[in-house]
């Protein structure tokens, strides 16, 4: 049986691509995380900001050598799941519902995607997920619920995950729509702007990855 680290419930998982280390340090120092899962490469980010991960995750065929750290799950190359799937699965079994993904996006469009389509899935099972990415920030809104967006400028997407998104509303952006129906075969969504006050997003029914602002200062 693990420990959680702290009364925080958050799970950081570390993946192999574009890190955001600068966000990924000031939340690990204000303790957010509860537990820290690096996943195959993510294993070297972490190295390099000297913060020991409390759970390695991989095939290591990215890293080129297993960790020597107690707890460190190994798979072989050939398997049906990719190894940030298999983390994430970790994740939920130790009961984590609150998960911030860093290095999943950016380098390898196929791995970028894959990781997405998990994500989406996780979501619809109940996990809050937040991805950081260098330049933006990425929630998965399942239905029926609400997104509110803290940041007042930027840039906001919303596509949905899988099929025909219904009950869809934008608003207080510059271009809003309301209780329309959003199907993932379409732009329509790509590149909405903040104008100087939060603004959300709602979905009635479907998956919506909601692609938004870093914080302008600091970490949210």
């Known amino acids: 049986?693990?420990?959680?680290?702290?009364?925080?419930?958050?799970?950081?998982l570390v993946c192999a691509s574009e890190f955001n280390a600068d966000d990924f340090i000031a939340r690990h120092d204000r303790n957010e995380f509860a537990y820290v899962i690096a996943v195959d490469g993510g294993y070297e980010h972490l190295e390099k900001i000297h913060v020991?991960?409390?759970?390695v995750v991989g095939d290591f065929d990215s890293l080129g050598y297993i960790p020597i750290l107690r707890n460190?799950?190994?798979?072989?190359?050939?398997?049906?799941?990719?190894?940030?799937?298999?983390?994430?699965?970790?994740?939920?079994?130790?009961?984590?519902?609150?998960?911030y993904v860093y290095g999943a996006t950016g380098r390898r469009l196929d791995?970028?995607?894959?990781a997405l389509q998990v994500m989406a899935s996780f979501a619809e099972r109940g996990m809050r997920i937040t991805?950081?990415?260098l330049d933006c920030r990425i929630f998965f809104l399942v239905g029926p619920s609400r997104f509110d967006i803290c940041e007042t400028y930027g840039t906001v997407s919303?596509?949905?995950?899988?099929g025909t998104a219904h009950?869809?509303?934008?608003?207080?952006?510059?271009?809003?729509?309301?209780?329309?129906?959003?199907?993932?075969?379409?732009?329509?969504?790509?590149?909405?702007?903040?104008?100087?006050?939060?603004g959300f997003v709602e979905v009635k029914e479907g998956t919506l990855a909601i692609i938004y602002p870093l914080p302008s200062q600091g970490i949210a």
């Open 158 to 162: 919303v596509f949905s995950m899988g």
């Open 52 to 55: 020991v991960p409390d759970a």
């Open 131 to 133: 991805v950081i990415g």
């Open 72 to 99: 460190v799950s190994v798979y072989d190359t050939h398997k049906d799941e990719s190894d940030f799937e298999l983390a994430i699965k970790d994740a939920l079994s130790l009961g984590y519902t609150d998960v």
């Open 1 to 12: 049986m693990i420990t959680m680290l702290s009364e925080n419930r958050i799970c950081a």
């Open 111 to 114: 791995h970028t995607i894959a």
């Open 167 to 198: 009950g869809v509303s934008i608003s207080s952006m510059e271009y809003e729509a309301i209780d329309f129906e959003l199907s993932n075969r379409t732009s329509r969504g790509l590149s909405n702007e903040l104008v100087g006050r939060p």
